[in-house]
Protein backbone atom coordinates (compact mmCIF):
# COMPACT_ATOMS: atom_id res chain seq x y z
CA UNK A 1 0.00 0.00 0.00
CA UNK A 2 1.57 3.82 -0.55
CA UNK A 3 -0.86 5.27 1.80
CA UNK A 4 -1.41 3.10 4.98
CA UNK A 5 -4.47 4.12 7.53
CA UNK A 6 -4.57 4.52 10.73
CA UNK A 7 -7.90 5.54 12.97
CA UNK A 8 -7.07 7.41 16.42
CA UNK A 9 -9.98 8.52 18.40
CA UNK A 10 -12.16 10.39 15.94
CA UNK A 11 -9.00 11.26 13.93
CA UNK A 12 -8.04 9.48 10.81
CA UNK A 13 -3.71 9.56 10.07
CA UNK A 14 -3.02 8.48 6.53
CA UNK A 15 0.75 8.32 5.75
CA UNK A 16 2.26 8.18 2.45
CA UNK A 17 5.10 5.30 2.44
CA UNK A 18 6.78 5.71 -1.48
CA UNK A 19 10.80 5.44 0.14
CA UNK A 20 12.59 7.00 -0.11
CA UNK A 21 11.07 10.61 -1.12
CA UNK A 22 7.33 9.94 -0.98
CA UNK A 23 7.14 10.46 -4.62
CA UNK A 24 3.67 10.92 -5.85
CA UNK A 25 3.18 8.36 -8.36
CA UNK A 26 -0.54 8.23 -10.34
CA UNK A 27 -1.13 5.22 -7.85
CA UNK A 28 -0.51 6.83 -4.79
CA UNK A 29 -2.58 9.62 -5.94
CA UNK A 30 -5.33 7.30 -6.90
CA UNK A 31 -4.63 5.51 -3.30
CA UNK A 32 -5.16 8.59 -1.93
CA UNK A 33 -8.69 9.51 -3.17
CA UNK A 34 -9.77 5.94 -2.55
CA UNK A 35 -9.18 6.76 1.16
CA UNK A 36 -11.16 10.17 0.70
CA UNK A 37 -13.91 8.32 -0.64
CA UNK A 38 -13.99 5.79 1.90
CA UNK A 39 -14.16 7.90 4.85
CA UNK A 40 -16.24 11.17 3.63
CA UNK A 41 -19.27 9.45 4.70
CA UNK A 42 -18.01 7.80 8.06
CA UNK A 43 -19.51 9.55 10.87
CA UNK A 44 -16.60 8.00 13.04
CA UNK A 45 -13.91 10.04 11.65
CA UNK A 46 -14.35 13.97 11.62
CA UNK A 47 -10.42 15.00 11.21
CA UNK A 48 -7.68 13.80 8.70
CA UNK A 49 -4.28 14.11 9.22
CA UNK A 50 -1.82 13.45 6.11
CA UNK A 51 1.82 12.96 6.69
CA UNK A 52 4.87 11.19 5.52
CA UNK A 53 7.11 8.07 6.50
CA UNK A 54 10.61 8.43 6.63
CA UNK A 55 12.53 11.53 5.99
CA UNK A 56 10.38 13.83 3.70
CA UNK A 57 6.38 14.56 3.81
CA UNK A 58 6.84 14.17 -0.07
CA UNK A 59 9.52 15.51 -2.63
CA UNK A 60 7.39 15.86 -5.37
CA UNK A 61 5.71 14.27 -8.38
CA UNK A 62 7.42 10.70 -9.90
CA UNK A 63 9.91 12.53 -12.33
CA UNK A 64 10.57 9.37 -13.95
CA UNK A 65 7.02 8.58 -14.54
CA UNK A 66 6.53 11.31 -16.73
CA UNK A 67 9.33 9.61 -19.07
CA UNK A 68 6.19 7.20 -19.62
CA UNK A 69 3.90 9.76 -21.35
CA UNK A 70 3.27 11.16 -25.00
CA UNK A 71 2.62 14.57 -26.20
CA UNK A 72 0.66 17.56 -24.65
CA UNK A 73 -2.29 15.47 -24.64
CA UNK A 74 -0.99 12.80 -21.81
CA UNK A 75 0.86 16.01 -19.86
CA UNK A 76 -2.44 17.46 -20.08
CA UNK A 77 -4.23 15.12 -18.47
CA UNK A 78 -2.09 14.39 -16.09
CA UNK A 79 -1.82 18.08 -14.21
CA UNK A 80 -6.15 17.61 -14.72
CA UNK A 81 -5.91 14.85 -12.77
CA UNK A 82 -4.01 15.89 -10.02
CA UNK A 83 -5.82 19.37 -9.71
CA UNK A 84 -9.46 17.70 -9.65
CA UNK A 85 -8.05 15.07 -6.89
CA UNK A 86 -6.61 18.36 -4.63
CA UNK A 87 -9.79 20.31 -5.90
CA UNK A 88 -11.32 17.08 -3.52
CA UNK A 89 -9.02 18.09 -0.95
CA UNK A 90 -10.08 21.55 -0.69
CA UNK A 91 -13.60 21.31 -0.96
CA UNK A 92 -13.92 18.14 1.42
CA UNK A 93 -16.08 18.04 4.35
CA UNK A 94 -13.61 16.95 6.66
CA UNK A 95 -10.40 19.25 7.71
CA UNK A 96 -7.45 17.73 6.21
CA UNK A 97 -4.16 18.72 8.29
CA UNK A 98 -0.75 18.42 6.40
CA UNK A 99 2.34 17.28 8.76
CA UNK A 100 5.58 18.63 7.18
CA UNK A 101 8.91 17.62 8.12
CA UNK A 102 11.91 17.04 5.50
CA UNK A 103 10.85 18.91 2.31
CA UNK A 104 7.43 18.93 0.49
CA UNK A 105 8.77 19.96 -2.74
CA UNK A 106 6.91 20.21 -6.57
CA UNK A 107 3.91 18.09 -6.29
CA UNK A 108 4.35 17.50 -2.63
CA UNK A 109 4.13 21.01 -1.72
CA UNK A 110 0.90 21.21 -4.35
CA UNK A 111 -0.82 18.43 -2.35
CA UNK A 112 0.56 20.14 1.24
CA UNK A 113 -1.79 23.60 0.07
CA UNK A 114 -4.62 21.80 -0.95
CA UNK A 115 -4.79 20.75 2.68
CA UNK A 116 -7.17 22.76 5.47
CA UNK A 117 -4.33 23.39 7.35
CA UNK A 118 -0.71 22.85 7.37
CA UNK A 119 2.05 21.98 10.31
CA UNK A 120 5.66 22.19 8.84
CA UNK A 121 8.63 21.41 10.92
CA UNK A 122 11.28 24.29 11.36
CA UNK A 123 13.75 23.39 9.14
CA UNK A 124 11.53 21.63 6.57
CA UNK A 125 11.99 22.90 3.01
CA UNK A 126 8.79 24.01 0.83
CA UNK A 127 9.12 24.98 -2.74
CA UNK A 128 8.45 24.57 -6.42
CA UNK A 129 11.59 23.83 -7.79
CA UNK A 130 9.79 22.43 -11.04
CA UNK A 131 11.55 25.37 -13.38
CA UNK A 132 15.04 23.55 -12.46
CA UNK A 133 13.49 20.81 -14.99
CA UNK A 134 12.67 23.29 -17.62
CA UNK A 135 8.76 22.56 -16.79
CA UNK A 136 6.33 24.44 -14.63
CA UNK A 137 4.11 23.34 -12.05
CA UNK A 138 0.56 21.58 -13.20
CA UNK A 139 -1.22 20.53 -9.73
CA UNK A 140 -2.38 24.04 -8.86
CA UNK A 141 1.04 25.50 -7.96
CA UNK A 142 0.43 28.86 -10.12
CA UNK A 143 -2.73 29.39 -8.35
CA UNK A 144 -2.26 28.20 -4.89
CA UNK A 145 0.96 29.39 -4.01
CA UNK A 146 0.04 32.93 -4.35
CA UNK A 147 -2.91 32.82 -2.05
CA UNK A 148 -0.93 32.02 0.72
CA UNK A 149 2.28 34.33 -0.10
CA UNK A 150 0.73 36.58 -2.21
CA UNK A 151 2.26 37.20 -5.47
CA UNK A 152 5.12 38.94 -5.38
CA UNK A 153 6.69 35.95 -2.95
CA UNK A 154 5.23 33.49 -5.62
CA UNK A 155 6.84 34.99 -8.55
CA UNK A 156 10.53 34.60 -6.83
CA UNK A 157 9.58 31.43 -5.27
CA UNK A 158 8.62 29.84 -8.80
CA UNK A 159 10.87 31.52 -11.17
CA UNK A 160 13.93 30.73 -9.28
CA UNK A 161 12.81 26.95 -7.98
CA UNK A 162 14.31 27.92 -4.11
CA UNK A 163 12.80 26.76 -1.59
CA UNK A 164 12.10 28.03 1.97
CA UNK A 165 12.33 27.06 5.38
CA UNK A 166 9.33 25.83 7.90
CA UNK A 167 10.11 28.86 10.12
CA UNK A 168 9.55 31.30 7.21
CA UNK A 169 6.40 29.48 5.79
CA UNK A 170 4.92 30.00 8.99
CA UNK A 171 5.62 33.87 8.65
CA UNK A 172 3.97 34.01 5.04
CA UNK A 173 0.91 32.52 6.41
CA UNK A 174 2.06 28.80 3.90
CA UNK A 175 1.70 27.22 7.04
CA UNK A 176 -0.02 27.57 10.04
CA UNK A 177 2.63 26.82 12.91
CA UNK A 178 5.98 25.62 12.76
CA UNK A 179 7.45 23.46 15.14
CA UNK A 180 10.55 21.39 16.19
CA UNK A 181 10.49 18.48 13.98
CA UNK A 182 10.09 15.79 17.46
CA UNK A 183 7.10 17.86 18.63
CA UNK A 184 5.79 18.64 15.18
CA UNK A 185 3.56 15.17 15.18
CA UNK A 186 2.41 15.42 18.88
CA UNK A 187 0.88 19.30 18.15
CA UNK A 188 -0.38 17.86 15.20
CA UNK A 189 -2.18 15.15 16.90
CA UNK A 190 -3.24 17.46 19.72
CA UNK A 191 -4.58 20.18 16.95
CA UNK A 192 -7.02 17.04 15.21
CA UNK A 193 -8.51 16.19 18.50
CA UNK A 194 -9.42 19.75 19.42
CA UNK A 195 -11.44 19.87 16.55
CA UNK A 196 -12.78 16.54 16.49
CA UNK A 197 -13.96 17.40 19.99
CA UNK A 198 -16.47 19.70 17.89
CA UNK A 199 -19.69 18.51 16.26
CA UNK A 200 -19.84 16.77 13.04
CA UNK A 201 -22.83 18.72 11.11
CA UNK A 202 -21.30 22.00 12.44
CA UNK A 203 -17.81 21.35 10.91
CA UNK A 204 -19.43 20.11 7.81
CA UNK A 205 -20.76 23.62 7.53
CA UNK A 206 -17.49 25.33 8.06
CA UNK A 207 -15.97 23.04 5.91
CA UNK A 208 -18.68 23.89 3.32
CA UNK A 209 -18.93 28.17 3.55
CA UNK A 210 -14.81 29.22 3.70
CA UNK A 211 -14.05 28.01 0.20
CA UNK A 212 -16.39 30.64 -1.01
CA UNK A 213 -13.88 33.17 -0.26
CA UNK A 214 -11.53 31.98 -3.01
CA UNK A 215 -10.68 33.78 -5.90
CA UNK A 216 -13.67 33.38 -8.43
CA UNK A 217 -11.08 32.90 -11.31
CA UNK A 218 -9.44 30.31 -9.60
CA UNK A 219 -11.03 27.48 -11.86
CA UNK A 220 -10.46 29.54 -15.40
CA UNK A 221 -6.79 29.51 -13.86
CA UNK A 222 -6.34 25.60 -13.06
CA UNK A 223 -7.64 25.06 -16.91
CA UNK A 224 -4.95 27.72 -18.23
CA UNK A 225 -2.53 25.97 -16.12
CA UNK A 226 -2.88 22.17 -17.13
CA UNK A 227 -2.87 23.50 -20.75
CA UNK A 228 0.12 25.56 -20.69
CA UNK A 229 1.68 22.15 -18.54
CA UNK A 230 0.62 19.70 -21.69
CA UNK A 231 2.70 22.59 -23.86
CA UNK A 232 5.78 23.06 -22.14
CA UNK A 233 6.27 19.07 -22.23
CA UNK A 234 6.82 19.71 -26.03
CA UNK A 235 10.17 22.03 -25.67
CA UNK A 236 13.45 20.54 -25.88
CA UNK A 237 13.99 21.98 -22.55
CA UNK A 238 12.21 20.09 -20.95
CA UNK A 239 13.03 16.72 -21.97
CA UNK A 240 16.36 17.93 -21.49
CA UNK A 241 15.31 19.10 -17.85
CA UNK A 242 13.53 15.41 -16.98
CA UNK A 243 16.51 13.25 -18.24
CA UNK A 244 19.40 15.49 -16.81
CA UNK A 245 17.33 15.30 -13.19
CA UNK A 246 17.27 10.86 -13.80
CA UNK A 247 21.13 11.14 -14.98
CA UNK A 248 21.85 13.93 -12.06
CA UNK A 249 23.14 16.09 -13.55
CA UNK A 250 22.87 20.19 -14.01
CA UNK A 251 20.93 20.24 -17.30
CA UNK A 252 21.81 22.42 -20.05
CA UNK A 253 18.66 24.74 -21.37
CA UNK A 254 18.69 26.18 -24.78
CA UNK A 255 15.57 28.23 -24.16
CA UNK A 256 13.62 25.97 -27.00
Not at 33 to 61: P, V
Not at 192 to 203: H, N, V
Request: with cysteine; net charge negative; charged share 25%.
Amino acid sequence: MSITFKQVGKAAELTITSPPANALSRAILHDLADHLDRMENDSSIKTIILKGEGKFFSAGADIKEFTSLQGHSDYRSLAAEGQQLFEKIEHYTKPVIAVIHGAALGGGLELAMACHIRLVSENAKLGLPEITLGIIPGFAGTQRLPQYVGSAKAYEMILTGEPINGTEAAVLGLANAAYREDELFVKAEELAMKIAEKSGPTIKKVMHLIPYARNSRFSEGLSAEAEAFGEIFGNQDAKEGIQAFIDKRKPVFKDE
